[in-house]
């Protein structure tokens, strides 16, 4: 049996009156990609924000290389990690690419890239500085790692978190939208290195509205709507013989759309 | 115009422009040793860790410097328990009363100032610090604060430069500030616009060179910033 990275089981979140998530077992096996696909509201990016509790669920579990994180119940209901050291542990293990890359602007790329591993990770500085060269060779940002954030195109400000991400050298790498915020001719470039993670066997979970990106380098798409899982399975059955009606229709719209993205 | 007596009080006025940028420099760092914590308690979800820096700010947001310095140089020494206590050498000093009013009132102001920095630096920041497993203490040491600062320098600037002429009240419990020494002079000489000119010229001057520290510190902090 092949093991598990990630597990979820039984995922409830509701903001207010607006239940965003009904129930949701996932899992994702390692050295698997997993793409996530669904229409806006259908809770893909809560759902991904809850695996390391960015967002708090208000029921359910969730595992982590077989452990499970301790969960306790805050006073407005929602399930909080009960104990910090594993949070932040898990955490460690766990990269996040956000949609808005959301790189700290008063520090430079390089230190960026350094920061996690040297306060989080313990390493020397001149040993996070090797390895922060070698990821910002890897992303293609090897000539602009003294560049403050606000200098970098969008394109090159994700690849900057990319790397930010890799130097924690994490089990499990969250995309949420890695693409959503860039300036169509940019879109290439960070789906080229996230193609590059995906073809080393690393395990991603992608949150995404690039279809061809998904049918070419997820082994496992997963279609959301309405807070539940509506379809899942190899691209190829998702994208080529789509079960239900509600999976149809959406890629009726979007797979139409997506004809005008080049991938590199 | 008497010019001879303006030129001859300068060497004076000058040691009162000392004691007055060294009431501010000591205050100010004071004061923004106590923002600290009371801006960091201020946006705290909790309201009970509010409470104390919300009182703290809102008295001495609300009222008036020189009511301050009265209440801490005329009003501590109405206490027999004051006056036994280990505070006494300090109270009973003009000097430590201006230091002490000066810090409580620049702590609260400049502590707002760090609330609304604090605010303003991105969610999504913070949950990247939290992404990469940093503890809650290091997001605050390496992330909020250093993010705050920085957003808070313009304004905090401005905060100093108030200070500095709020610091003329300390002439009024016979402190030998700018003000102070201006006064005494024309308390001799009866030349109140020469001497009030001169000292007012001083202010400007102490002005343009905190502004100019200001300066130098913006432009090493916020290189990070997009030149526009």
């Keep these: 049996m092949e093991e598990t990275a990630i597990e979820l089981r039984g995922i409830h979140k509701r903001f207010g009156d607006l239940e965003v998530i009904k129930g949701i077992d996932l899992t994702a096996r390692r050295g698997e990609v997993v793409a996530l696909i669904g229409a806006s509201g259908s809770g893909k990016s809560t759902l991904l924000r809850c695996v390391n509790l960015l967002e708090r669920p208000d029921a359910g579990q969730i595992l982590f290389n077989g452990e499970s994180i301790d969960l306790r119940a805050g006073r407005d209901g929602t399930l909080r990690p009960a104990h910090h050291d594993q949070i932040t542990r898990v955490r460690a293990g766990i990269g996040f690419v956000f949609q808005n890359f959301n790189l700290w ?140 009606e509600r999976c149809r229709a959406f890629l009726a719209t979007h797979l139409s759309e997506d004809e005008g993205v080049t991938l590199s | 115009m008497n010019w001879q007596v303006m030129i001859e009080s300068l060497p004076a006025l000058a040691e009162g422009a000392l004691l007055t940028l060294e009431l501010v420099a000591v205050s100010g760092v004071f004061g923004l040793m106590l923002a600290v914590p009371m801006a960091m308690a201020r946006v705290s979800p909790r309201g009970w860790v509010k409470a104390l820096p919300m009182a703290h700010i809102y008295f001495f947001r609300g009222t008036p410097l020189l009511v301050q310095i009265y209440l801490v140089y005329y009003g501590s020494g109405q206490f027999e328990a004051i006056r036994s206590s280990f505070l006494w050498p300090y109270l009973s000093e003009a000097y430590w009363c201006a230091i002490i009013a000066f810090t409580l009132n620049t702590s609260a102001y400049t502590a707002e100032i760090l609330r609304g920095a604090l605010q303003a630096v991105p969610r999504g920041e913070v949950e990247a610090a939290e992404a990469v497993g940093m503890t809650p203490a290091l997001i605050w040491r390496r992330i909020r604060l250093p993010r705050a600062f920085r957003i808070a320098l313009p304004a905090y600037s401005n905060e100093v430069i108030l200070m500095l002429k709020g610091s003329a009240l300390a002439s009024t419990i016979t402190l030998m500030d700018l003000t102070g020494v201006a006064r005494t002079i024309i308390a001799r000489t009866y030349t109140p616009m020469e001497l009030f000119l001169a000292a007012g010229l001083l202010y400007v001057l102490l002005t343009f060179l905190i502004l100019g520290g200001f300066r130098l510190l913006e432009k090493r902090l916020n290189r990070h910033l997009q030149p526009r």
């Design chain 1, 105 to 244: 602007p008063h520090m430079n790329v390089l230190e960026n890239v350094i920061e996690a591993p040297i306060h989080v990770s313990g390493l020397s500085r001149r040993q996070a500085v090797a390895e922060a060269e070698h990821l910002l060779e890897k992303v293609g940002l090897g000539d602009k790692k003294n560049a403050y954030p606000a200098f970098l195109s969008g394109g090159q400000q994700q690849r900057a978190a990319i790397a930010r991400t890799l130097a924690m050298k994490p089990a499990v790498i969250l995309f949420d939208e890695p693409t959503s915020a860039l300036d169509p001719e940019l879109v290439g470039e960070v789906l080229g290195v996230i193609r590059q993670l995906a073809e080393e066997g690393r395990t991603l979970l992608i949150v995404t509205h690039e279809m061809r990106f998904a049918r070419d380098v997820a082994h496992r798409v997963v279609f959301l709507d309405a807070g539940r899982i509506e379809e899942q399975g190899p691209p190829s059955e998702v994208f080529g013989r789509p079960r239900s």
